[in-house]
């Protein structure tokens, strides 16, 4: 069973730097594409970041030109690099990948649990 596990959140003062990571246990057949959400409280979850499996990038406007996207297919995990955050980067960032299982099943969408961001000083 694939499991998605974050780390790296926490509190950093407005200006700061922050890196997430995401890392799957479990076995894939292939990984499609990766990226971060966000939802702070009483919004609705939003894309940040994603990467497909050729390294194509998109992001949110934003947060263009201070965040970046990186993936390391060996290990399955996916990061966020969080430079110049903002006090309104603060939410629960949540990672998400497409891909098949080792079963070569359908292409599914699976979540992690999500990781706490707290910009403030």
């Known amino acids: 069973q694939v499991q998605l596990v974050e780390s790296g959140g926490g509190l950093v003062q407005p200006g700061g730097s922050l890196r997430l990571s995401c890392a799957a246990s479990?076995?894939?057949?292939?990984?499609?594409?990766m990226g971060w959400y966000r939802q702070a409280p009483g919004k609705q979850r939003e894309l940040v970041a994603a990467?497909?499996?050729?390294?194509?990038?998109n992001y949110a406007d934003s947060v263009k030109g201070r965040f970046t996207i990186s993936r390391d297919n060996a290990k399955n995990t996916v990061y966020l690099q969080m430079n110049s955050l903002k006090p309104e980067d603060a939410a629960a960032y949540y990672c998400?990948?497409?891909?098949?299982?080792?079963?070569?099943?359908?292409?599914?969408?699976?979540w992690g649990q999500g990781t706490q961001v707290t910009v403030s000083s």
């Open positions: 998400n990948f497409v891909g098949q299982g080792a079963d070569r099943g359908p292409l599914r969408t699976y």
């Open positions: 479990g076995s894939f057949f292939r990984i499609d594409a």
């Open positions: 990467i497909t499996s050729g390294g194509i990038t």
